[in-house]
């Protein structure tokens, strides 16, 4: 079957980092994606890694390791408008997305 | 910029019912997705069209309907809604729907209630 694990709550320290994984098991792999979700919005793209390794963009990574079916989102210098869900989707053999149930993240000040 | 729109917004439906949930993009993108997401869960594929004229069954089909007249527009349609049916329904649209890459952008999202 087709499995996303990620965690589903997340507490942190504004200024701070965090790291939040996902493990994943889909028919196929063709990539993997992080989207953040704010409260009562729609997904918005954070990232895309399609190969082993650390994808950075700013105060936010993406790792990937295809042979453990693992990827972590790395958070840094944490802002309170970081307080979102962050969904970790992985494509399958159809090109389709198959999402985890997201890891809300809550920062303290 | 409007990328992706849905209407209506929020809508609470009687059981039993029809209601057909509007998208439409003008990203000329390709592939169109319905998606359901509920509290605890992940996000839900019911249909998708990878092309206008083609449309495809998702995860979660059953008592949805879906037609891809065109490029732009993308209704989803509950013929007999059930209180199971009750849910946040997001439209998403993407340059391809068979590419490895295929980051695909969201509408608003329509909050749908079946009482």
């Known amino acids: 079957g087709q499995n996303i694990d990620q965690p589903t709550e997340m507490t942190a320290t504004e200024g701070a980092i965090v790291q939040i994984n996902c493990t994943y098991q889909?028919?196929?792999?063709?990539?993997l994606f992080w989207y953040q979700q704010h409260a009562g919005e729609a997904p918005t793209f954070l990232s895309y890694?399609?190969l082993d390794g650390l994808e950075e963009k700013g105060r936010f990574s993406s790792f990937l390791s295809r042979s453990k079916g693992y990827s972590y989102l790395l958070l840094k210098e944490l802002q309170m408008k970081d307080s979102a869900s962050y969904l970790c989707?992985?494509?399958?053999?159809?090109?389709?997305?198959?999402w985890g149930a997201g890891t809300k993240l809550i920062i303290k000040p | 910029t409007a990328g992706i729109t849905q209407a209506p917004t929020s809508q609470i439906l009687a059981a039993g019912r029809s209601m057909t949930l509007r998208c439409t993009q003008d990203?000329?993108?390709?592939?169109m997705y319905w998606y359901r997401q509920d509290l605890g869960l992940g996000l839900r594929l019911i249909h998708y069209?990878?092309?206008?004229?083609?449309?495809g069954k998702g995860e979660v089909p059953d008592g949805y309907s879906v037609s891809r007249a065109n490029t732009d527009d993308f209704p989803l349609t509950l013929a007999s809604a059930v209180p199971s049916q009750t849910s946040v329904y997001f439209c998403?649209?993407?340059?391809?729907?068979?590419?490895?890459?295929?980051?695909?952008?969201f509408g608003p999202g329509t909050r749908l209630t079946v009482l």
């Open positions: 989707a992985s494509t399958d053999s159809n090109y389709q997305l198959i």
């Open positions: 069209s990878n092309t206008a004229g083609t449309t």
């Open positions: 998403a649209s993407s340059d391809s729907g068979s590419s490895s890459y295929n980051e695909q952008f």
């Open positions: 990203m000329r993108h390709n592939a």
């Open positions: 890694n399609v």
């Open positions: 889909t028919s196929g792999f063709n990539g």
